[in-house]
């Protein structure tokens, strides 16, 4: 059974960082995409970071410089680093994969930062 998830949110003042985790179980995130997004109140869903099968890194034009997607093969989990947080980045955080065209996603984790 596939399950992720995500751990590392909080309260933060704008300017500060925290670190996301999302541990993988059932599936190995080795060679495997993977994504972070995120959602705030009455917004849709967006994509923050993704870290294909074979590494390669994207992000949104809103986070590139200020967050980094990581993954511990050896831990089986992706991180996403951010630094430099603003008060629009408060939302609440998933983790995502996909498999055989099926998306899984992890339950969430609340970031919110104060200004």
Known sequence: QVQLVESG???????????????????????????????APGKQRELVATISSVGNINYADSV???FTISRDNAKN???????????EDTA???????????????QG????VSS
């Open 9 to 39: 949110g909080g309260l933060v003042q704008a300017g500060g960082s925290l670190r996301l985790s999302c541990a993988a179980s059932g599936i190995s995130v080795s060679g495997r995409f993977m994504g972070w997004y995120r959602q």
């Open 92 to 106: 609440l955080y998933y983790c995502k994969t996909n498999i055989w065209g099926g998306d899984y996603w992890g």
């Open 77 to 87: 989990t992706v991180y996403l680093q951010m630094m430099d947080l603003k008060s």
């Open 64 to 66: 590139k410089g200020r």
């Open 109 to 112: 984790t609340q970031v919110t």
